[in-house]
C-alpha cells in the first residue's frame, strides 16, 4: 500500500512540484490549502506524515504543528515543516512545535523526496515468519 503523505502549502507551485516529486516516487498525495483544512484532513485520514508549509495565512505552520501534536491520533505522525524564512531561531521553532525536521525552500527536486523519506516510519513487515 502507498504511503499517504499530507501536505499543507498554500503556494500553489510549491504545491504542485511537491505533489509531482513525491507521486513520481510512488507516494499518496493528499494536499490542504490552510492551517484548519490541513488539520481537518490529518484527523480524517491519518497519513503516514505531514509535509508542513510555515508560511500560512490565518494560521502559521507553528500553531497547525501544535494543534496536530494535541489531537491523539496524530502526536507521533512524523512532521517536516517547510519555510523559505531560514532565519536563525526557524528549526528550533518548528521543532519546538512538534515537527520532527525542517526543509528549506526553495524545494530541491533533486534532494526533496530522500529527505522526507528520512522521516518516514520502515514499513512493518507483513505476517510472520515463513
Ligand atoms: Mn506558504
Known amino acids: 500500500m502507498k504511503a499517504i503523505i499530507l501536505v499543507i502549502e498554500d503556494n ?3 504545491l504542485y512540484l511537491s505533489r509531482f516529486l513525491l507521486e513520481k516516487n510512488g ?3 493528499i494536499a490542504a490549502r490552510s492551517g484548519p483544512e490541513g488539520i481537518e ?5 491519518r497519513p503516514d506524515l505531514i509535509v508542513l508549509d510555515i508560511q500560512l495565512p490565518e494560521m502559521d505552520g ?3 504543528a501544535r494543534a496536530l501534536r494535541q489531537t491523539p491520533a ?3 505522525v512524523p512532521m517536516v515543516a517547510v ?7 526557524d528549526r528550533e521553532k518548528a521543532l519546538a512545535a512538534g ?3 525542517y526543509i528549506e525552500k526553495p524545494i530541491d527536486p533533486e534532494t526533496f523526496v530522500a529527505e522526507i523519506g528520512k522521516y518516514l516510519a520502515p514499513l512493518a513487515p507483513k505476517g510472520g515468519p515463513p
Open 12 to 14: 500553489e507551485q510549491n
Open 27 to 29: 507516494f499518496h498525495v
Open 41 to 45: 484532513l490529518a484527523s480524517r485520514i
Open 62 to 64: 507553528y500553531s497547525v
Open 74 to 76: 496524530l502526536k507521533v
Open 83 to 89: 519555510t523559505s524564512y531560514a532565519m536563525v531561531g
Open 99 to 101: 515537527c520532527n525536521g
